[in-house]
């Protein structure tokens, strides 16, 4: 998988990690891929619901050691 | 592109985790790319209070109002727990150990994104606050202006 950018939201809380992805993902052109990473337990959800709501499309996700990587093609 | 959804918000309390909440709703909503509006009334205009002492000629009832409220968002009181300020303070120290923004730094970030904050003319005309002791960056209207983004919104919140 080819990352074309990548955001560290690690230890930021609710509302940052949506916050920033949002701004990145402007940053990216269509089909492109946004890693993002966040240490925030409620990211989880809210990626998966944002990604959901603005029309783009979550590829992936893992977590490692209290670390949660997510992966966002743009819509 | 799909006409933008619309989140509007009404802050009518003038606590400090209140006002957290309604900030951190509005920037979501941002990220959610929703025109969001946040309509500052009665004790929630406080949050908008820039943290100065102005001296704008007021009548007697007015200057004893604008000395009873908090000046600006950094000096709100909590809904639960005040303890005469010890509350806030603690809240802060523990915000600060997860990360999580200070109001104030919220009320910026919202302006960055493009939230609408309106502050209501006649609630500001009955407590005496006028428009130099509030912060820059506001629109002002009544509740025709609220109603407008109200009417057709996707989240409509009375905090």
């Known amino acids: 998988m080819e990352i074309a950018k990548t955001l ?30 966040a240490t925030d337990s409620g990211a989880k959800s809210d990626l998966a619901a944002w990604t959901k709501s603005s029309g783009h499309e979550l590829v992936d996700t893992k977590e490692e050691d209290g670390v949660y990587t997510f992966y966002v093609k743009k819509g | 592109m799909a006409e933008k959804k619309k989140t509007n918000i009404i802050l009518f309390s003038g606590e400090y985790d209140k006002a957290m909440a309604a900030y951190i709703i509005a920037n979501g909503a941002a990220a959610y790319d929703h025109d969001v509006t946040i309509f500052h009334t009665f004790w929630g205009l406080n949050a908008l209070r820039k943290d100065e002492k102005l001296r704008p000629q007021k009548s007697f009832m007015e200057k004893m109002f604008g000395k009873m409220m908090p000046r600006g968002a950094k000096n709100l009181p909590l809904s639960k727990m005040n303890f005469a300020g010890m ?36 609630t500001m005309d009955l407590l005496g606050i006028k428009q130099e002791e509030l912060i820059d960056g506001l629109e002002y209207g009544g509740v025709a202006a609220y109603i407008a983004e109200g009417e057709d919104g996707a989240v409509n919140l009375f905090i």
Do not use: F, R, Y
């Open chain 1, 8 to 37: 560290d939201a690690k230890g930021l809380a609710c509302p940052m990690p949506i916050v920033k992805t949002k701004k990145a993902i402007d940053d990216v052109d269509s089909g492109e891929i946004l890693e993002v990473q």
């Open chain 2, 87 to 122: 509350g806030p303070k603690m809240i802060k120290s523990v915000m600060k150990k997860h990360n999580a923004m200070p109001v104030e730094d919220l009320i910026d970030m919202a302006k960055e994104q493009d939230v609408t904050l309106l502050a209501c003319t006649m």
